[in-house]
């Protein structure tokens, strides 16, 4: 099987796929007709190329945008002989079990990672990746539903089971309050013996207060400028763009505030921002106040703070050590939503706070009713 994908040129161009005339998707049977087509596409391709291109702006979603795409498309027309447009609920039915078991060339070790001929799994996709390659793959046909480009989304039809059914369960992926002490208490022994250490250590203890105390994403922790923060009737805020461009305002504390000052005084900026200056809230590695750090940057220093606190752990607390060797950027925002929720905060400040479209999912953070019930239900005996 030949795999004839290139890599695109630029977000704008998003995809390069070389598919058969009569695999392209003109004649689909799920196109739409008699509609008025919102998109200037004639073909599956082009389609896909224009909804990718809405996520221009964010390189993380279009990468992973992107790939959802070209496997499917390349699916469709190669082992179904379908273009996209013509696939119903059976066929992703088929799709759904190709996930989870991608055979030959789909996924040939030794196939390169990059360039026309790659391999497109790296092996099985787990249930929860599965889950989340078809909710790609589902916003994508209801996009070109609403484009007036398809008919209908078939996996609008797809029941709720497994990991998409178990949604309201407890959040498990934070950190419990004596594990955030114990990670904040590590950082605080790290060397500081050269300039460099020095810098790594203001850096990286500004930078994981900053992701829990305001629950930021990596992306916007690492996009943020120092001139975000502001007051408000004598209250600091900080102004967040989040996922497709969103905004939003979280409220700082008075003692993140107090941290915001000792990063900015140790690179010999002013205590407090300016409303029109153009220095980043974390600054890059070599600590340039006009350079931002990376998304990756943040998630290796937030994963390398998570391995020391987890190395000083190792003998006396082997679960929490290997809790913290699991744990990731994410967990931070996880545990800010926890913590506040357990700290009695209005569930629908901690929606605010959390950007959640929906209050049912800020609902998956409250822990406290479930410990008040095991504790009450379980009567442990008394120790003598």
Request: charged share 25%.
């Amino acid at each position: 099987m030949s795999l004839p994908v290139t890599a695109p040129e630029s977000p704008d161009i998003a995809l390069s796929l070389a598919l058969p005339a009569a695999l392209d998707g003109r004649a689909g049977t799920n196109r739409a007709r008699g509609g008025h087509l919102q998109i200037a596409a004639d073909s599956d391709v082009e389609a896909v190329r224009l909804w990718l291109a809405e996520y221009a702006g964010s390189p993380h979603t279009l990468r992973s945008y992107r790939r959802e795409a070209v496997r499917l498309l390349l699916w469709a027309t190669r082992a179904l002989g379908k273009p996209l447009s013509s696939l119903t609920r059976e066929d992703f039915l088929l799709y759904e079990q190709f996930l989870a078991a991608p055979t030959g060339d789909w996924a040939d070790p030794t196939r390169p990672r990059r360039g026309g001929t790659r391999r497109l799994f790296d092996g099985p996709l787990s249930e929860r990746s599965r889950h989340q390659a078809l909710g790609i793959v589902s916003g994508l046909l209801s996009y070109l539903v609403s484009a007036g480009y398809l008919a209908g989304n078939p996996l609008a039809l797809r029941r709720r089971t497994g990991a998409a059914a178990r949604r309201t369960r407890r959040i498990e992926r934070y950190l419990d309050h004596a594990l955030w002490d114990h990670v904040l208490a590590s950082v605080e022994q790290w060397p500081r013996i050269t300039a460099r250490d020095h810098q790594h250590y203001e850096r990286s203890r500004w930078l994981i207060r900053l992701l829990y105390q305001t629950g930021l994403r990596v992306s916007e922790a690492a996009n943020a400028k120092a001139a975000d923060f502001y007051q408000r009737r004598g209250k600091w805020w900080l102004h967040v763009v989040g996922k497709g461009g969103a905004e939003g305002e979280v409220p700082v504390s008075v003692a993140l505030m107090a941290d915001l000052a000792r990063y900015r005084v140790f690179h010999g900026l002013a205590p407090m921002p300016s409303g029109n200056e153009t220095a980043a809230a974390v600054m890059s590695v070599a600590g340039d106040p006009c350079r931002h750090l990376t998304p990756a940057a943040v998630y290796l220093i937030v994963k390398e703070v998570f391995r020391r606190a987890a190395d000083m752990l190792e003998t006396g607390d082997v679960a929490g050590a290997e809790t913290l060797r699991r744990a990731s950027t994410h967990w931070l925002r996880h545990s800010a939503a926890s913590h506040q929720a357990d700290a009695g905060t209005d569930l629908r400040f901690i929606q605010k706070n959390m950007r959640h479209a929906s209050i049912q999912t800020t609902g998956i953070y409250l822990h406290a009713e479930d410990d008040q019930r095991h504790t009450d239900t379980v009567r442990e005996p008394e120790q003598n």
